[in-house]
T-cell receptor, first 113, second 111 residues
Framework: EAGVAQSPRYKIIEKRQSVAFWCNPI?????LYWYQQILGQGPKLLIQ????????DSQLPKDRFSAERLKGVDSTLKIQPAKLEDSAVYLC???????????FGNGTRLTVT | KQEVTQIPAALSVPEGENLVLNCSFT??????LQWFRQDPGKGLTSLLL?????REQTSGRLNASLDKSSGRSTLYIAASQPGDSATYLC??????????FGSGTRLQVQP
């Protein structure tokens, strides 16, 4: 089966600019996650979707970050305006509803200068 | 709030050695625990998933154990190979399917 697809692979922007990341999960996976991984740390959950609905966005900085999942398939994560501390790898993952491992994409490496 | 700690942060071993990676978590009320592998510039690959009712899981040269009451898990790698070099992350699911990760152990296996 095809894996989780993410684009772009790399992005360099200046602070205060905006950026968007795209994710296409594995077909049939109802649950989709966005994680932020800062260098040297483990991933931290930003938002979790179940089909179209948001399950958990408690750690999403909502003043600058937004995410949507259209038609329960693809998802986009947006940052506006970006800050230096947003430099990280943004990982998308998907899974079946219960008792199955998460499948991760290769991530988007964001550098904010 | 669940916190996950991994020790050591980095490990370098000669090829062929058996090794143990450690993971501890503060809240024993977990649904499952997963071990992942991350290669440089790549996403995470799931290695083993242990349900809270299980004590261990095995896949090839990998064996993961879980002691929920003490808040600990170990990943045992037998007969290590240079291809095992990567960062290994453990993560716990407290039942909401959102994982809390440790910072990982960076493993280097010397040929």
């Amino acid at each position: 089966e095809a894996g989780v697809a993410q684009s772009p692979r790399y992005k360099i922007i200046e602070k205060r600019q905006s950026v968007a990341f795209w994710c296409n999960p594995i077909s049939g996976h109802a649950t989709l996650y966005w994680y932020q991984q800062i260098l040297g740390q483990g991933p931290k959950l930003l938002i979790q979707f179940q089909n179209n609905g948001v399950v958990d966005d408690s750690q999403l900085p909502k003043d600058r970050f937004s995410a949507e999942r259209l038609k329960g398939v693809d998802s986009t994560l947006k940052i506006q305006p970006a800050k230096l501390e947003d430099s990280a790898v943004y990982l998308c993952a998907s899974s079946k509803p219960q008792d199955s491992p998460l499948h991760f994409g290769n991530g988007t490496r964001l550098t904010v200068t | 709030k669940q916190e996950v700690t991994q020790i050591p942060a980095a490990l370098s071993v000669p090829e062929g050695e058996n090794l143990v990676l450690n993971c501890s978590f503060t809240d024993s009320a977990i649904y499952n625990l997963q071990w992942f592998r991350q290669d440089p510039g790549k996403g995470l690959t799931s290695l083993l998933l242990i349900q809270s009712s299980q004590r261990e899981q095995t896949s090839g040269r990998l064996n993961a154990s879980l002691d929920k009451s003490s808040g600990r898990s170990t990943l045992y790698i037998a007969a290590s190979q240079p291809g095992d070099s990567a960062t290994y992350l453990c993560a716990v699911d407290t039942g909401r399917r959102a994982l809390t990760f440790g910072s990982g152990t960076r493993l280097q296996v010397q040929p």
